[in-house]
T-cell receptor
Framework: RKEVEQDPGPFNVPEGATVAFNCTYS??????FFWYRQDCRKEPKLLMS???SGNEDGRFTAQLNRASQYISLLIRDSKLSDSATYLC????????????FGSGTRLLVRP | NAGVMQNPRHLVRRRGQEARLRCSPM?????VYWYRQLPEEGLKFMVY????????ESGMPKERFSAEFPKEGPSILRIQQVVRGDSAAYFC????????????FGDGTRLSIL
């Protein structure tokens, strides 16, 4: 079983739609959680950290459920520029520096 | 305001040759991490280095791969006797400290083995 699992997609949505991505992680000792965005053939860029109480940054909302070991990302009012691969990332429980990446969920926003 | 600099951006090697990938961390960062991304997969941790020290190389293949971060100059990821399966994107990240510090990624080096 992968340490971080995501639905690969692609999610194909029209502009303005709301879309949600889910992610599960296997190590209950995991400490920190993030969503990264990766454009085609580019480096991953931090989109937002995920906090236990849930957090919002503009059109993006992230949720964490430690009991279920589940993380989500909600994107409202999708823009064409949101098209990318969204990576669920967990900081390993046995070290505070090692990032564990999911394989990513691909989002395509169409006009 | 240079970020993490990796070079080359693209590297083509024939089977059996050596590949050297370089990474210069952000200014003020002394911690470097290397990750590998195979096609259609997520990034996988390879190695964590501080200046002149390898802190964790648990993600490095046991043979042919080595990494260093000398006192002067960039961090180097070296792959000897490359094989087709080494074809991947190799990303370097740096941070100011080690524990729980944000990691900033470079553009990556795309290694292709003929």
């Amino acid at each position: 079983r992968k340490e971080v699992e995501q639905d690969p997609g692609p999610f194909n949505v029209p502009e303005g739609a709301t879309v949600a991505f889910n992610c599960t992680y296997s190590n209950s000792a995991s400490q920190s959680f993030f969503w990264y965005r990766q454009d085609c053939r580019k480096e991953p860029k931090l989109l937002m950290s995920v906090y236990s109480s849930g957090n919002e940054d503009g059109r993006f909302t992230a949720q964490l459920n430690r009991a279920s070991q589940y993380i989500s990302l909600l994107i409202r009012d999708s823009k064409l520029s949101d098209s990318a691969t969204y990576l669920c990332v967990v900081r390993a429980g046995d070290s505070s520096y090692k990032l564990i990446f999911g394989s990513g969920t691909r989002l395509l926003v169409r006009p | 305001n240079a970020g993490v600099m990796q070079n080359p951006r693209h590297l083509v090697r024939r089977r059996g040759q050596e590949a050297r990938l370089r990474c210069s961390p952000m200014k003020g960062h002394s911690h470097v991490y290397w990750y590998r991304q195979l096609p259609e997969e997520g990034l996988k941790f390879m190695v964590y280095l501080q200046k002149e020290n390898i802190i964790d190389e648990s993600g490095m293949p046991k043979e042919r791969f080595s990494a260093e971060f000398p006192k002067e100059g960039p961090s180097i990821l070296r792959i000897q006797q490359v094989v087709r399966g080494d074809s991947a994107a190799y990303f370097c990240a740096s941070s100011r400290g080690g524990s729980n510090q944000p990691q900033h990624f470079g553009d990556g080096t795309r290694l292709s083995i003929l």
